[in-house]
């Protein structure tokens, strides 16, 4: 792809050099086929970011890897698409836009998520200056839709890392978390929770440390409404989770952070919360030759 006036890998956004075998990771850039739903590499965007291939996608975004022509890093840009409200009229380099289906209930409901999703940047802007947070760079509407600039994080999911190198000691899981930690402590005291804490919502960094991203379910714990959208993810959300009208506070980051260490330190996912009400049957990591001490175990099981 074409970013300013260099050819860039769409994967690593290094120099591509003359052919299209990245010298850096190998990426076959001839070979990237990118959904028709999704922009097209090397789109434009606000006349200063590029967009490479695709890192992630869920129901309601898009997130790519992109590249920052004016301060000249790799940057991830993430794009308010939720697929089952809207379509892509066209694929191209121009940005092309994000389009609601001819209905009005269909439309009130793109426009609600939008604004949730310009919330959200304005969530993650709030702790710019901690270091278990992806920096926000960036946020502005364009293609009728909306699109978040942060830090380019090179590396893996935890889900993944643990998949890949096996369970982590109890003592480098709390070493690596405890930039997260800090976060949420300080999230909560500032009467904010972020609600979707996971194995899958926290990267491994190059420095072996855990960053939060995906801020789209934090909440303002005065703001919540009476009823709330039920959102979980098998295995890390507490009880309260499953119900809509479950009373949620910062001891609902702390169970899912929990489950994540139980995770990290054990291999395995917890059982789900809901099952554990009704007879709890997990396994302390102690009985799992972790080398737990039994103190630290003590703190994760309560």
């Keep these: 792809m074409i970013a300013g006036k260099i050819k860039r890998c769409i994967r690593c956004m290094r120099p591509?050099?003359?052919?299209?075998?990245?010298?850096?990771?190998?990426?076959?850039?001839?070979?990237n086929q990118t959904p028709p739903y999704c922009l097209a590499a090397g789109t434009c965007l606000n006349r200063r970011y590029y967009t490479g291939m695709i890192l992630g996608e869920g129901g309601f975004g898009i997130t790519y890897i992109g590249w920052d022509q004016t301060l000249s890093i790799p940057v991830a840009i993430?794009?308010?698409?939720?697929?089952?409200?809207?379509?892509?009229?066209?694929?191209?380099?121009?940005?092309?836009?994000?389009?609601?289906?001819?209905?009005?209930?269909?439309?009130?409901?793109?426009?609600?998520?939008?604004?949730?999703?310009l919330q959200e940047a304005k969530n993650l802007a709030r702790f710019n200056q901690l270091d278990g947070v992806?920096?926000?760079?960036?946020?502005?509407?364009?293609?009728?839709?909306?699109?978040?600039?942060?830090?380019?994080?090179?590396?893996?999911?935890?889900?993944?890392?643990?998949?890949?190198?096996?369970?982590?000691?109890?003592?480098?899981?709390?070493?690596?978390l405890r930039p997260v930690m800090d976060t949420l402590q300080i999230m909560h005291e500032n009467h904010m929770i972020?609600?979707?804490?996971?194995?899958?919502?926290?990267?491994?960094?190059?420095?072996?440390?855990?960053?939060?991203?995906?801020?789209?379910?934090?909440?303002?714990?005065?703001?919540?409404?009476?009823?709330?959208?039920?959102?979980?993810?098998?295995?890390?959300?507490?009880?309260?989770?499953?119900?809509?009208?479950?009373?949620?506070?910062?001891?609902?980051?702390?169970?899912?952070?929990?489950?994540?260490?139980?995770?990290?330190?054990t291999g395995k996912v917890p059982p789900e919360s809901v099952d554990r009400a009704l007879s709890d049957e997990i396994t302390e990591p102690s009985k799992l030759n972790t080398g737990i001490s039994q103190s630290m175990e003590n703190a994760l099981m309560n």
């Design 16 to 31: 591509l050099g003359e052919g299209e075998i990245c010298p850096f990771c190998g990426w076959d850039n001839q070979k």
């Design 134 to 176: 992806a920096v926000v760079r960036d946020y502005f509407t364009e293609n009728d839709t909306a699109y978040i600039v942060m830090d380019y994080i090179d590396g893996n999911s935890i889900e993944k890392y643990v998949k890949e190198n096996g369970r982590i000691s109890a003592d480098r899981t709390i070493k690596m």
């Design 78 to 117: 993430k794009e308010y698409y939720p697929k089952e409200l809207v379509r892509r009229t066209a694929v191209g380099h121009s940005g092309d836009g994000a389009y609601c289906y001819d209905d009005s209930y269909v439309q009130g409901a793109y426009q609600k998520g939008l604004r949730a999703f």
């Design 194 to 265: 972020h609600r979707d804490v996971s194995g899958d919502n926290l990267l491994v960094t190059r420095q072996k440390t855990a960053k939060l991203v995906d801020f789209g379910s934090a909440r303002r714990i005065a703001d919540q409404e009476h009823t709330v959208t039920v959102m979980y993810k098998r295995g890390y959300a507490p009880e309260e989770q499953y119900r809509s009208q479950g009373k949620r506070g910062p001891w609902t980051d702390i169970y899912a952070l929990a489950a994540v260490m139980y995770r990290m330190i």
